[in-house]
């Protein structure tokens, strides 16, 4: 990769394997996608850069991704060139999101606003659950007397970052330290 050499040749060999197996996204019907990156940006809201898989998005469709929904206000392309729809293998820019969804989230287009708040208020509802029962809060002053008598196996820390996907790199960095 770094001198180039043989970089042809791989390329052709994916389009020949991608020929012969005819290998095709469904261009037609809502898109849906997976969230590389995601963060709140000054100005532009909350812009998620996301990959789509099949179908077209399009400026004014509904979608819901992981907890959080939205309307496409506005779409860019891998250039940051504004574009009015995008098909599947397209990277794009999105601006529209209700909040910040996580990386490797999967975003779903749908026809109507109704759809797309309800699947978010269920999501948003079962991980709120899901949270209030594993929470278990400890103060710092009986921290290390839980440690010492072995009732507390994790410590909960709070990851703040830029971008989300700065979050979800520290977040499996941080799961990697355990110890006994």
């Known amino acids: 990769a770094k001198t180039g050499q043989g970089i042809s040749d791989v390329l052709d060999m994916i389009l020949l394997v991608s020929e012969m197996k005819e290998l095709t996204a469904a261009t037609e019907g809502p898109a849906r996608g997976v969230v590389l990156e995601?963060?709140?940006?000054?100005?532009?809201g909350i812009v998620a850069t996301v990959l789509i898989q099949q179908g077209t998005l399009s400026i004014g469709d509904y979608f819901f991704c992981g907890s959080t929904w939205g309307r496409v206000r506005a779409?860019?392309?891998?250039?940051?060139?504004?574009?009015?729809?995008?098909?599947?293998?397209?990277?794009?820019?999105?601006?529209?999101?209700?909040?910040v969804p996580a990386a490797g989230d999967v975003m779903q287009g749908t026809i109507d606003e109704a759809k797309a708040l309800e699947v978010s208020s269920y999501r948003r509802q079962r991980e709120k659950e899901e949270g209030l029962m594993a929470n278990r809060k400890v103060s710092l002053e009986n921290l290390f007397d839980?440690?010492?008598?072995s009732e507390v196996k994790e410590l909960n820390v709070v990851i703040k970052a830029d971008v989300q996907g700065s979050v979800e790199v520290l977040r499996k960095e941080l799961g990697d330290?355990?110890?006994d």
Not at 80 to 93: D, F
């Open 177 to 179: 330290l355990g110890t």
């Open 75 to 99: 779409l860019a392309d891998d250039a940051g060139k504004r574009i009015k729809s995008a098909g599947p293998s397209m990277p794009v820019e999105i601006m529209g999101f209700d909040d």
């Open 38 to 44: 995601a963060q709140k940006e000054k100005g532009r």
């Open 146 to 149: 839980s440690i010492a008598e």
